[in-house]
């Protein structure tokens, strides 16, 4: 069964930083591209960054660019995402998705496999 897990949320204050991880399980997506998206209630899931097969390509939403972090390792099957500079509105449950290609997309519909979320909480 193919899992995708991720930990590393919490509460952190404005300003703090959190490194997330996201362990999979069943399969290897050492081939796969992977990303980040993160949801708060009442709105769309919204992408945050992603990273190619080999970590050689990255992307990055707008509101998260020069703060946040995606990398992977590919020798352990997981794909973290480094956030400093936390702000308020970074509030959501983030999730790990696995895409069914190589490249990276931003779009959620290009990735098969996704995480149950982890919790991430900026007071201000």
Known sequence: QV????????????????????????????????????????KEREFVATISWSGGTTSYADSVRGRFTISRDNAKNT??????????????????????????????TSYDYWGQGTSVTVSS
């Open 79 to 108: 794909v973290y995402l480094q956030m400093n500079s936390l702000k308020p509105e970074d509030t959501a449950v983030y999730y790990c998705a696995a895409a069914r290609t190589s490249l990276p997309f931003a779009i959620p």
């Open 3 to 42: 899992q995708l897990v991720e930990s590393g949320g919490g509460l952190v204050q404005a300003g703090g930083s959190l490194r997330l991880s996201c362990a999979a399980s069943g399969r290897t997506f050492s081939n796969n591209a992977m990303g980040w998206f993160r949801q708060t209630p009442g």
